[in-house]
């Protein structure tokens, strides 16, 4: 079935806090494994990048829900496009902390630690991969 993918980078707002991006997450597992939606969430302190793809209709919704989000500003869509699958179709929401060093995450949350975090975007569709890449400071 066809997937809307959409990568979109954003602005954390002043004072966000380890707090807030764990409840963030804990939410965003929950509601995107029940959308059927994947993806993938870096936060580089203070910019944020998304990877957001699923059905459409879904994907869209939770995009709009996502860009009104006070917890954030300066939303960005980078790419948008339809696949014929998803890119990562086993992650709810996998998240990397590129401030933290050592990452901190909800127990069922995929959380990968830089060198992890990569390889992962190096071996995604070199059009998805860009934009992550670029916030983890790696050139291409
Ligand atoms: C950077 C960022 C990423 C987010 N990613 C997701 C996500 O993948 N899935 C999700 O359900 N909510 C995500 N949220 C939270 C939503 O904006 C929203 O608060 C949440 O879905 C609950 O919506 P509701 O209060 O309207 O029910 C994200 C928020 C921010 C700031």
Do not use: K
């Not at 793809?53 to 939770?62: F, I, R, S, T």
């Amino acid at each position: 079935m066809p997937v809307l993918q959409i990568v979109y980078r954003s602005l954390a707002r002043e004072g966000f806090d380890e707090p807030e991006m764990l409840d963030i997450l804990r939410v965003s597992q929950a509601r995107n494994q029940r959308d059927r939606i994947s993806g993938l969430l870096i936060h580089r302190a203070p910019v944020f990048v998304q990877l957001l793809e699923g059905p459409p209709d879904a994907v869209l919704a939770l995009y709009e829900r996502i860009a009104r989000d006070p917890r954030h500003h300066g939303v960005e869509v980078v790419l948008r496009q339809e696949a014929a699958q998803a890119a990562m179709p086993t992650w709810a929401m996998g998240y990397l902390s590129a401030t933290a060093g050592d990452c901190a995450g909800p127990e069922d949350a995929f959380v990968f630690d830089y060198a992890q975090a990569r390889s992962l975007c190096e071996a995604l569709p070199p059009a998805i991969g860009a934009p992550f890449l670029e916030v983890l400071g790696v050139s291409a």
